[in-house]
């Protein structure tokens, strides 16, 4: 089992930034990965990394914008935000796994382990 708690929401104005953090403790894990859903709309999953290869993935609405990374030291994943836009807004969590594959050609897929949560609100 994995637990994993998000830290880092708030509230900014267009164009500000945001940091998420992840910590992750437990068993072993090799995928980590943000998601975000906000009211009304389905869950996203906006980017990913590959623990071991450090490898990324970002979904195209965030791309160039997002930036997912980890300090294996500390066991946590950062998100890091700019350019924040209206429709950034969403809770966003924290998942991770240890699968074959962290995530398809344009998506991720569904992850075992989550953690509770935060908000993120751009107006």
């Known amino acids: 089992h994995v637990q994993l708690v998000e830290s880092g929401g708030g509230s900014v104005q267009t164009g500000g930034s945001l940091r998420l953090s992840c910590a992750a403790s437990?068993?072993?894990?090799?995928?980590v990965a943000w998601f975000r859903q906000a009211p009304g709309k389905e869950r996203e999953g906006v980017a990913a990394i590959h623990t071991g290869g450090a490898n990324t993935y970002y979904a195209d609405s965030v791309k160039g914008r997002f930036t997912i990374s980890q300090v294996n030291a500390k066991n946590t994943v950062y998100l890091q935000m700019n350019s924040l836009k209206p429709e950034d807004t969403a809770m966003y969590y924290c998942?991770?796994?240890?699968?074959?594959?962290?995530?398809?050609?344009?998506?991720?897929?569904?992850?075992?382990?989550w953690g509770q949560g935060t908000q993120v609100t751009v107006s």
């Open positions: 998942a991770a796994d240890r699968r074959f594959l962290c995530w398809g050609r344009n998506s991720l897929p569904e992850y075992t382990y």
């Open positions: 437990g068993s072993t894990y090799n995928c």
